[in-house]
């Protein structure tokens, strides 16, 4: 089983930053793609941003040039540095991550439990 825990969400005036992180853990034998989605009230959850595990970070049209997503490999960690944040950031952002477990085998996808990121105005 793999876990993830997520953590850097809160409450921040418009223009401010956030920086969400999420460890994975447990039966990991490698890690392909990273990224972190988000999902308002009455909305459907959409991506923010994804990195492979080599290649360049791809991001929605709506967080570039505001939003960093790296990883540290090491760590199996990705972290989500969130710049200059508006109203309409406001949301859950959760984590996924594509992970083998036995090699050889396609990897599955995980989701983490979800943070709450509120921008006020």
């Known amino acids: 089983q793999v876990q993830l825990v997520e953590s850097g969400g809160g409450l921040v005036e418009a223009g401010g930053s956030l920086r969400l992180s999420c460890a994975a853990s447990?039966?990991?034998?490698?890690?392909?793609?990273m990224g972190w989605y988000r999902q308002a009230p009455g909305k459907q959850r959409e991506l923010v941003a994804i990195?492979?595990?080599?290649?360049?970070?791809d991001y929605a049209e709506f967080v570039k040039g505001r939003f960093t997503i790296s990883r540290d490999n090491a760590k199996n960690t990705v972290l989500l540095q969130m710049n200059s944040l508006k109203p309409d950031d406001t949301a859950v952002y959760y984590c996924?991550?594509?992970?083998?477990?036995?090699?050889?085998?396609?990897?599955?996808?995980?989701w983490g439990q979800g943070t709450q990121v509120t921008v006020s105005s």
């Open positions: 447990g039966s990991i034998f490698s890690i392909n793609a």
């Open positions: 990195i492979p595990s080599s290649s360049s970070p």
């Open positions: 996924r991550v594509w992970v083998v477990t036995t090699p050889l085998r396609l990897p599955g996808n995980y």
